[in-house]
Every structure is written in structure tokens, then in C-alpha cells.
């Protein structure tokens, strides 16, 4: 560049245009920020988040609405109030106890982990936290028939009382896999999927059969 060292520029050349770097207009919602909100409304948007999750549970259709935004809050909720409506139940006889608050909420979180790492290497896909988001939530309906379940011991413990949580944890066990199934279908090979539905189906009976075993001390 030794030539460019002779080139000179006249100072009555005038220079135009601006230098400044113009600034456009930000919309407010650019701007906003999580972090900026008052907690209220986090709460708030969080609870109307689980809310939707809930009712796409009890209108089970083929949709992605539980797989955009997964959170564990709702599963969180379902599987504590499980495990603290099955505390201190007597399952087999009067001197074994039921399943306590520790075993019910391993079985649960261990069973969504399997069902979750079968899913994964039979090539699902779907991430680990989604599957655990869907197999949470469609616990829901079991959840319902454990409440019923507690209200109808209350009135006794006879034959008519058993038919009746039979029949109640059946339909709700059968609700739980159709909506797990119907979330999870797309994400699996057509050629594998009941090998990923068959566990699905062990998991959530194993839930169904503690709620109608359970009888209070």
C-alpha cells in the first residue's frame, strides 16, 4: 500500500451522510423480562401453564401441548398427593402395612425413569424431561380414583363398596394409558411402538393396583 500514501483529500470536498448508528423503535415486548416481573404473576402464568396440561390429561387427543413446554411441577403435585393418600394404608393384611409415603413416590419417579430410557433406546424421539412431563401428568386420572376411592371407604368396605373402586380404578387405569399413549405414540418408530406402550401399561397398573388394594388401618 505505498501508493496510497501520496493520496491526499481535499479539504473542500465536503463529507456526507450521517455517522450516527440509528436506533429502531423496541416493541415492549422485546424488552420484557421474566426477571423483571412481579412473582405473583409468575405464579400465576405457571398455574395456568399445569392448568392447561391438566385438561389436555382429561381430553386426551393426539397433540404435541404437553411436549412444547414440559415442566415437572404437575407430576410433582400429582405424585405427592398419591403418595400421601396411600400413606399408611394396609395392602395385604392387618399386620403389613401399605406402601409408605417413600416407596409409592420411588415407584412412580423409578417407573417414569425405566419407561422414559426404554423409550429413548428403542429411538424415541423425544427428550428424557418431556417423557417424564407426559408419564407425570396422565397420573392425574389415578389420582381422581384414589379420591374416590378414600370417599367411598369411607361409607364401609363391603363387596359393593369393592365393585364400585373396581370399576372406578379400571376406567381411570384405562384413561391414564390411552392419554400417555396417545401423547407418545408419534414420537416412536411405527415398528416398535408396543414395545413402548407395553411398559406404559405395567407402570400404570401397578399404580391402579395399589389404590384398589388399599384399605385404611
Known amino acids: 500500500f505505498a501508493g496510497l500514501a501520496d493520496v491526499s483529500i481535499s479539504e473542500d470536498i465536503p463529507v456526507e451522510g450521517e455517522i450516527t448508528v440509528p436506533v429502531g423503535s423496541h416493541s415492549p415486548d422485546e424488552d420484557y423480562s421474566t426477571l423483571d416481573e412481579p412473582v405473583r404473576d409468575t405464579i400465576m402464568r405457571d ?6 396440561k391438566f385438561v389436555h390429561v382429561m381430553y386426551p387427543k393426539k397433540s404435541s401441548a ?7 411441577w404437575g407430576p410433582l403435585v ?3 398427593s398419591l403418595a400421601l393418600m396411600l400413606q399408611g394404608g394396609s395392602a395385604d393384611s392387618k399386620d403389613d402395612g401399605g ?3 417413600a416407596e409409592v413416590f420411588v415407584i ?4 417414569a425413569v425405566v419407561i422414559t430410557l426404554n423409550s429413548k433406546l428403542l429411538g424415541g424421539t423425544i427428550s428424557f424431561f418431556q417423557s417424564l412431563c407426559v408419564l407425570g401428568y396422565c397420573v392425574l386420572p389415578l389420582t381422581v380414583a384414589m ?4 370417599l367411598v371407604l369411607l361409607a364401609g368396605s363391603g363387596t359393593v363398596s369393592f365393585i364400585i373402586r373396581l370399576i372406578v380404578v379400571a376406567a381411570m ?7 400417555s399413549t396417545a401423547f407418545l405414540a408419534d414420537s416412536q418408530p411405527p415398528n416398535r411402538k408396543a414395545l413402548v406402550v407395553y411398559p406404559i401399561f405395567l407402570f ?8 384398589l388394594t388399599f384399605t385404611p388401618q
Open 173 to 179: 387405569f384405562g384413561w391414564s394409558t390411552l392419554a
Open 66 to 72: 404437553l411436549l412444547r413446554d414440559w415442566d415437572l
Open 78 to 80: 400429582l405424585c405427592v
Open 204 to 211: 400404570y397398573f401397578v399404580i391402579s393396583w395399589m389404590i
Open 147 to 150: 379420591l374416590v376411592c378414600r
Open 108 to 111: 412412580i419417579w423409578f417407573g
Open 47 to 52: 398455574l395456568k401453564a399445569v392448568g392447561k
Open 99 to 101: 406402601p409408605q409415603f
